[in-house]
């Protein structure tokens, strides 16, 4: 089964001269450390933002894939002092923030338990799930796909009208069929790939917005 891999480490060996692949990784990551961050995959999430300023004060987060928190922690300072964000993740999480609450489950066994906190709903749900990778690329791109296609019907069921959904993805030849599934649900989308995305990766993200509600898909 497909699972959630830990987000990007800077790479390198002691004394190895560096591409400027590399160098960038390293920007990305010294920089997190240095603004209190845990993954450098926090200015992925934070491009999305800036660009169509997604967040507000107030609202509430599902993070899927949350460790080691990062999103979470971005996502909280940017909906306090009132919003709150659930994390979910298989690797125990510390809350990384007071408005965060943190769930340790796969996502293919999620109970219901995380909607105590958002009766009326999310407003947001976000995915970073990534597969543990083989090197094998069509089956990676599959094992991507099956937690894209996971967290699309978390979102599904637990979306507030007018929500939003940022997913990662490997963009593989199945991508296109899911992307038209998934537009389905919502007014617009975005496919972006921000900065912070190390070069050689061929991860995508798809933002979807203004979520049609439950009745898009029985209709």
């Not at 997604?54 to 909280?76: E, M, N, V």
């Not at 940022?166 to 975005?190: C, M, R, Y």
């Amino acid at each position: 089964m497909a699972a959630k891999k830990g987000r990007g480490q800077a790479g390198g060996k002691p004394g190895q001269k560096k591409r400027q692949g590399q160098r960038w990784d390293d920007h990305y990551t010294h920089k997190a450390k240095s603004d209190g961050f845990a993954a450098r995959s926090v200015y992925k999430l934070s491009e999305i933002d800036k660009r169509r300023k997604l967040f507000k004060p107030g609202q509430r987060i599902l993070d899927l894939g949350c460790h080691p928190g990062s999103w979470s922690k971005y996502a909280a300072q940017s909906i306090a002092p009132d919003g709150l964000v659930i994390g979910v993740d298989r690797n125990p999480t510390t809350p990384p923030h007071p408005n965060v609450k943190t769930i340790t489950s796969d996502i293919f066994n999620l109970n219901a338990d995380f909607k105590q906190d958002a009766p009326q709903g999310f407003h947001a749900v976000l995915s970073d799930l990534a597969p543990d990778t083989t090197g094998i690329r069509d089956v990676d791109e599959a094992r991507s796909l099956e937690l894209a296609q996971r967290a699309l019907e978390i979102a599904h069921k637990n979306l507030r009208p007018n929500g939003f959904f940022v997913v990662k993805i490997f963009q593989g030849p199945d991508f296109k069929p899911w992307l038209e599934e998934a537009k389905k649900l919502f007014s617009t989308h975005n496919i972006i790939r921000p900065d912070a995305t190390r070069k050689k990766s061929r991860e995508i993200f798809v933002l979807l917005a203004g979520f049609r509600g439950q009745s898009a898909v029985e209709g």
